[in-house]
């Protein structure tokens, strides 16, 4: 099992930044994939950003280019930065890790929410 705990959220103006963390215990080594979702009012949860074990990246169209996903192995950790944020990238963002290759098992963290307004 994975513990997921995410912090960094809050309220921020249109255009601001914010960067997002998510602390992550258990078995670590484990871990295929980690990313950031993000579940709106009324909406599904979405993707927004994912990381391989090896590296690779992957951006939801509408955040590429201000969003970037970055880990520190060593600290166990996954970061959002987010840089002009939008009205509509409010939403309670999600840490996910992958477990599991034949049978992928997903965890997830408590979410933290993002405001964007004036």
């Known amino acids: 099992q994975v513990q997921l705990v995410e912090s960094g959220g809050g309220l921020v103006q249109p255009g601001g930044s914010l960067r997002l963390s998510c602390a992550a215990s258990?078995?670590?080594?484990?871990?295929?994939?980690m990313g950031w979702y993000r579940q709106a009012p009324g909406k599904q949860r979405e993707s927004v950003a994912t990381i391989t074990s090896g590296g690779r990246t992957n951006y939801a169209d509408s955040v590429k280019g201000r969003f970037t996903i970055s880990r520190d192995n060593a600290k166990n950790t996954l970061y959002l930065q987010m840089n002009s944020l939008k009205p509509e990238d409010a939403a309670v963002y999600y840490c996910?890790?992958?477990?599991?290759?034949?049978?992928?098992?997903?965890?997830w963290g408590q979410g933290t929410q993002v405001t964007v307004s004036a």
């Open positions: 996910n890790a992958d477990l599991g290759v034949v049978v992928t098992i997903k965890y």
């Open positions: 258990g078995s670590i080594a484990s871990i295929t994939a």
